[in-house]
Nanobody
C-alpha cells in the first residue's frame, strides 16, 4: 500500500522556520522524483520545489528560492523541505508528491500557517 505521510507543519511567526518531512512507503522511493506543492483555498496547487531520484537535480519556485531547501534521504525513504524566513504568504497546505512515468502519488497534506 502506497503511503506518503507529511509532518512538521504548524503555526510560526513571520521570519521563523519550519522543517517539513514526508515519509514514504509501499513503493521504490529511490526511483521516484519528489515534489513539494502547496495550496490555499480557491487557488491552484502550486509547485514549490522538486528533487530528482538521486538528488542531483533540484528546482524551486521563484517565490521560495533562497529561503526553502528540499532534500531527500533515500535510505530513510524521506523527503524534507526546510523553510526559512517564512512570510505570511507562505501560509498553505503543503503536499508531498512522488512521480515516476505514469505513477503519481500524493500525501494528505500538512498545514503551515505564518502569522504573528
Amino acid at each position: 500500500q502506497v503511503q506518503l505521510v507529511e509532518s512538521g507543519g504548524g503555526l510560526v511567526q513571520p521570519g521563523g522556520s519550519l522543517n517539513l518531512s514526508c515519509a514514504a512507503s509501499g513503493f521504490t522511493f529511490s526511483s521516484y522524483s519528489m515534489y513539494w506543492y502547496r495550496q490555499t483555498p480557491g487557488k491552484e496547487r502550486e509547485l514549490v520545489a522538486s528533487i530528482s531520484s538521486v538528488g542531483d537535480n533540484i528546482n524551486y519556485a521563484g517565490s521560495v528560492k533562497g529561503r526553502f531547501t528540499i532534500s531527500r534521504d533515500n535510505a530513510k525513504k524521506t523527503v524534507y523541505l526546510q523553510m526559512n524566513s517564512l512570510k505570511p504568504e507562505d501560509t498553505a497546505v503543503y503536499y508531498c508528491n512522488a512521480k515516476r512515468y505514469i505513477y503519481n502519488y500524493w500525501g494528505q497534506g500538512t498545514q503551515v500557517t505564518v502569522s504573528s
